[in-house]
């Protein structure tokens, strides 16, 4: 893989499975806090996940998207030089995640007992950076997650819809950051348009556990929300995460503080959306800027 690349993730905390492949583990902040005793991330509030037992990782950091609100570096733009097998992935996904959180160990804030459940993780979220579905054996590596025991939660921009219906995870999540193509076509700045396709996999989410993620950018993407409603709706996904834009990362090299939308935007934003399908307001998370809708039964 191409060195700048590597050492820059690297230094950002980033655990690399094979020297010559991009997949990854990234223990991320809400694992951390939850391991010193503190408060869990949303998807615990949510759906009941144990953020000190959850591995967040990638099979590969290619993506065929450069959304203005990644927070992920497209400056160090990732070569992949082989992909890494699903056979090597699971058997090192412990090691690795006891790798990145070594220092911990040694915390006074850190409980033993906290410490050694975070070795033994029971879920896994393939969220962590690039787009999963670029790996070409993606649905092998949720089957052989799942085989081992781990809750599988698989994150993609729905960019492929054939390889999601392979896929087998416990939730799919499929993101939705456009109410229409104009606006998707500006804000994903995708490599070809991929907006009937993304249509296409939100589709495939009525016959699944499934949730659609929509990162509301201030200025951007906050319109429409009757638009929003229709496509969820059509979906048939379970659930709808509406999360505000965080001004974090790489993001800040292309968007500014003030297109990060206050909590109460996203909430005001999710109610009009609500009037609009059959989808009820569940429960939000002000400290992370989204609110859970739920399709009522």
């Excluded at 993620?213 to 509406?242: C, L, M």
């Excluded at 999710?270 to 998370?285: F, P």
Aim: with cysteine; aromatic share 10%; hydrophobic share 35%.
């Amino acid at each position: 893989m191409h060195s700048e690349a590597c050492k820059a993730l690297r230094k950002q905390g980033y655990q690399f499975i094979t020297p010559n492949s991009s997949a990854a583990v990234k223990p991320c902040m809400w694992n951390k806090r939850a391991l010193k005793g503190g408060e869990m991330c949303y998807k615990a509030q949510f759906y009941g996940i144990e953020s000190h037992r959850c591995v967040q990782m990638t099979p590969t950091l290619k993506c065929n998207q450069q959304c203005l609100f990644c927070w992920r570096s497209f400056e160090h733009e990732v070569v992949e030089e082989e992909e890494c097998p699903p056979d090597v992935i699971v058997a090192n996904l412990r090691r690795v995640q006891k790798k990145a959180l070594s220092g911990y160990k040694v915390s006074p804030n850190v409980a033993p007992e906290q410490f050694a459940e975070a070795l033994d993780p029971t879920m896994v979220a393939i969220s962590l950076s690039g787009e999963p579905t670029c790996y070409s054996r993606l649905a092998e590596l949720v089957d052989a997650l799942n085989a081992d025991g781990y809750t599988t939660f698989l994150v993609s921009n729905g960019t492929r819809p054939d390889v999601l219906a392979r896929c087998r995870p416990y939730q799919t999540y499929v993101s939705l950051d456009a109410p229409d193509r104009e606006t998707y076509l500006s804000l994903c700045r995708p490599r070809e348009d991929y907006w009937d396709c993304i249509q296409e996999s939100l589709a495939g989410l009525r016959e699944r556990r499934s949730a659609v993620r929509t990162t509301v950018v201030r200025g951007y993407n906050d319109f429409s929300p009757e638009r929003y409603a229709a496509i969820y709706q059509d979906s048939g996904a379970r659930f709808v995460e509406v999360k505000g834009y965080m001004y974090l990362g790489y993001s800040r090299n292309r968007l500014q503080r003030t297109q990060m939308p206050e909590h109460r935007e996203v909430r005001a934003f999710s109610e009009l959306i609500a009037k609009h399908c059959d989808y009820s307001i569940r429960d939000e998370s002000p400290v992370s800027r989204v609110v859970c809708l739920e399709r009522d039964v």
